[in-house]
């Protein structure tokens, strides 16, 4: 059982940056498959980033490219989310997923461990 805790979050000027974070607490975390989603009010949880084994098995939709940044930190079973140039359509309570399956998967019944998540507010 994979437990996640994201932290990060927060409020911030449309234009601005936040960098999540979300701590894993399992110690095979590298062999897991890790994905960030978002979920705005009455709006479906939406797939953000995701993650495999290496940055090169990384997959953003087109909302977030070349904005977002999605890494991990292997040693300190750690995902990141560095956020640049928000706007206020990024508002939303931010989610870290994780599946022991391989590849990346943009559905949210693909990954089977999911963190309390995060509110990110971008407003002026």
């Known amino acids: 059982q994979v437990q996640l805790v994201e932290s990060g979050g927060g409020s911030v000027q449309p234009g601005g940056s936040l960098r999540l974070s979300c701590a894993a607490s399992e110690r095979t975390f590298s062999s897991y498959s890790m994905a960030w989603f978002r979920q705005a009010p009455g709006k479906e949880r939406e797939f953000v980033a995701g993650?495999?084994?290496?940055?090169?098995?990384?997959y953003y939709p087109d909302s977030v490219k070349g904005r977002f940044t999605i890494s991990r930190d292997n040693a300190k079973n750690t995902l990141y989310l560095q956020m640049n140039s928000l706007k206020p359509e990024d508002t939303a309570v931010y989610y870290c997923?994780?599946?022991?399956?391989?590849?990346?998967?943009?559905?949210?019944?693909?990954?089977?461990?999911w963190g309390q998540g995060t509110q990110v507010t971008v407003s002026s």
């Open positions: 997923a994780a599946r022991a399956a391989g590849g990346i998967s943009t559905s949210r019944y693909g990954y089977a461990f």
């Open positions: 993650i495999w084994w290496t940055v090169s098995s990384i």
